[in-house]
Nanobody
């Protein structure tokens, strides 16, 4: 199982970026998929996740500025608008996944994509 994250980069404050995450491999089902982020010297925090029925959970920092959408069961996009310098972080895609012939749900993380917002 792999989660491939893309779309990070450098943007000025007030600008926008769109991140994408694609899950691939031997996957039976995905219960939740979405994004977390980790800024230098800080703990990893929730940005936004979506469950299989489409309910979205946003972290406080994302509410009103970011929008998570699901293209299909294995692909999600995070539209980030009105970016601020404090949004600078490595953004990680995470999926809660069960593989075929397995009964245990496991967390899988992508490699992270760096978002840098300049002031």
């Amino acid at each position: 199982v792999q989660l491939q994250a893309s779309g990070g980069g450098l943007v000025q404050a007030g600008g926008s970026l769109r991140l994408s995450c694609v899950a691939s491999g031997s996957i039976l089902d995905i219960s939740d998929i979405g994004w977390y982020r980790q800024a230098p010297g800080k703990q990893r925090e929730l940005v936004a996740t979506i469950d299989r029925i489409g309910s979205i959970n946003y972290g406080d920092s994302a509410k009103g500025r970011f929008a998570l959408t699901r293209h299909d069961t294995r692909t999600v996009h995070l539209q980030m608008d009105s970016l601020k310098p404090e949004d600078t972080a490595v953004y990680y895609c995470k999926g809660v996944i069960v593989r075929p012939s397995h009964t245990t749900w496991e967390d899988y993380w992508g490699q992270g994509t760096l978002v840098t917002v300049s002031s």
